[in-house]
């Protein structure tokens, strides 16, 4: 419980820190930017004092009269003042847009320029086309109501099975060492039309469930039952892998924004509370036992592959909840570790998981 409360703590400090980062980011690009607009008025005026210098120049050496010395002036004073003017306008927007927004700032992508009827690429020779590259071929049309996306996702966190009998405190495993990996792709697609606050969300993932014995003791199988055995050597390591491939299904609620063009909808859940059950089912890929060891000062590594009378087929429930893409995520194999075996145990984790 003590460790479950840590993690879940460690999360939280992790949201959190998530957001003040965003902010501090958007804030030190605003304070990059005051400092911008002071160096373009100093540029500016440094270019005008060459400017004006070389026009001094001209009229010493005679090639120009003080009245077109003086006009010339003029101009160039204009033009550098019209370049402080126009510099510093876009300076002050993008820092009025940052600060308006809280560093938010929707960009136009690829899919958001105006589509023209004919739109042509090429290379030119004296101001004449000489190779035309024509990007209809290529342009695909635009959805207007996208309702499903995909993400890569991994998680990562602390494994150990619930025992019949027993409760995790008693568990024969080692709390910190015994940790699982999964990693893999989902989809994620509105239920309702006009709605987005159901998602329904399906994809497969690998997931590397390992179990670490404490005591010295190690899996052996014995026939149909599989056990844990004091080793004959100190074990510098002894750890039990079970890689899986799994389907994951999971109803996900949760707030969204909706961005409304004329050419588009979409939903985001960028920075939204998210929360999804569900479940997974699968299969087993393989099972193998790592030990490490030491014999008369020789270091011993084994690799033992067997079957370990684990169950083939992989079931259970899951479920996450969030923000963004930071999620506490658990699960529990409704499958027992060991078939046939005389105290059931079902392989539970928890840990965090990142959609990206």
């Known amino acids: 419980m003590r460790t479950i409360t ?59 009269s003080e009245a077109e010395a003086k006009i010339l ?28 927004n809280e560093g938010e700032i929707l960009t136009l992508s690829e899919l958001d320029t105006l589509e023209n009827d004919h739109i042509n690429l090429g290379i030119m020779i004296d101001g004449k086309p000489a190779i035309i590259f024509n990007s ?13 996306y995909s993400d890569f996702v991994f998680a990562v966190g602390l494994n150990n099975a619930v025992i019949e009998g027993q409760s995790l405190n008693d568990s024969p495993y080692k ?27 399906y994809g497969f993932s690998f997931q590397f469930n390992g179990l670490k014995p404490d005591d010295n003791q190690i899996f052996v199988q014995n026939g149909n039952q599989t056990t844990l055995q004091e080793f004959e050597y100190d074990l510098d390591k002894a750890k039990l892998r079970m890689d899986n491939l799994v389907f994951p299904v999971h109803f996900e609620f949760g707030p969204s924004k909706l961005r409304k063009t004329e050419r588009t909808i979409r ?39 067997r079957d370990y ?21 658990m699960k529990y194999d409704l ?3 060991f078939k046939d075996a005389d105290i059931k145990q079902n392989n539970i984790s928890l840990g965090l998981r990142f959609d990206i």
Not at 138 to 143: A, T
Not at 178 to 196: A, K, L, P
Request: proline residues 1%; hydrophobic residues 35%.
């Open 6 to 64: 840590f993690y879940l703590a460690a999360f939280i400090l992790l949201l959190v820190s998530h957001q003040i980062m965003g902010q501090e980011d958007y804030e030190k690009e605003v304070r990059i930017l005051k400092i911008e607009k002071e160096r373009i008025i100093e540029q500016e005026k440094d270019a005008l004092k060459f400017e004006v210098r070389d026009i001094n120049r001209r009229l010493e050496r005679g090639d120009i």
């Open 73 to 100: 002036k003029e101009e160039v004073a204009k033009r550098r003042a019209l370049n402080i003017e126009n510099r510093v306008a876009i300076v002050e927007n993008k820092i009025a847009l940052l600060e308006r």
């Open 136 to 148: 209809n071929r290529w342009k695909r049309d635009v959805k207007y109501d996208r309702r499903t």
């Open 175 to 201: 709390i910190g060492g015994s940790r699982f990996f999964e990693m893999g792709w989902q989809w994620r697609t509105r239920v309702f039309d006009r709605s987005n606050w159901l998602r329904f969300h």
């Open 267 to 305: 939903y985001s859940i960028h920075d939204q509370f998210r929360v999804g059950f569900g479940g997974y089912g699968g299969f087993n890929l393989g099972t193998r036992q790592k030990l490490k060891y030491t014999v008369d000062g020789e270091h011993i590594k084994d690799k033992l592959k």
């Open 309 to 329: 009378n684990t169950s083939d087929l992989i079931y259970g429930v899951s479920g996450y909840i969030g923000f963004d893409g930071i999620l506490l995520y």
């Open 335 to 337: 499958n027992p570790i």
